[in-house]
Nanobody, 125 residues
Framework: QVQLVESGGGSVQAGGSLRLSCAAS????????MGWFRQTPGNEREGVAC????????YYADSVKGRLTISRDNAKNTLYLQMDSLKPEDSGLYYC??????????????????RGQGTQVTVSS
């Protein structure tokens, strides 16, 4: 059974940092591209970062370039999102998903609808 469990969210002031994690299980993690999405009330989900299976290629939304860093540890079946220099507009529910590729815009090409419950990030000004 595919499971994706996000953690690491919280409330920080603008300029602060957070590190999100996504623990994957129930499938061969290294065989899939992985990505982070941000969901805010009343808006469509936004793909903010995406990473290839094993060669380290990463892709980011313009709004987060230079501040957010996606990485993965295939030995630990874990995806990360290091969030630095946070802004209030970074607030939202962040969740991870698996996919078959990355758009240059940072959006994951999702493989299926599996996703975790998400982890909330709130950045205050």
């Amino acid at each position: 059974q595919v499971q994706l469990v996000e953690s690491g969210g919280g409330s920080v002031q603008a300029g602060g940092s957070l590190r999100l994690s996504c623990a994957a299980s129930g499938y061969s993690f290294s065989n899939y591209y992985m990505g982070w999405f941000r969901q805010t009330p009343g808006n469509e989900r936004e793909g903010v970062a995406c990473i290839a299976r094993s060669d380290g290629r990463t892709y980011y939304a313009d709004s987060v370039k230079g501040r957010l860093t996606i990485s993965r540890d295939n030995a630990k079946n874990t995806l990360y999102l290091q969030m630095d220099s946070l802004k209030p507009e970074d607030s939202g529910l962040y969740y991870c998903a698996r996919g078959t590729g990355c758009y240059p815009s940072g959006r994951l090409i999702t493989y299926d609808t599996y996703r975790g419950q998400g982890t909330q990030v709130t950045v205050s000004s």
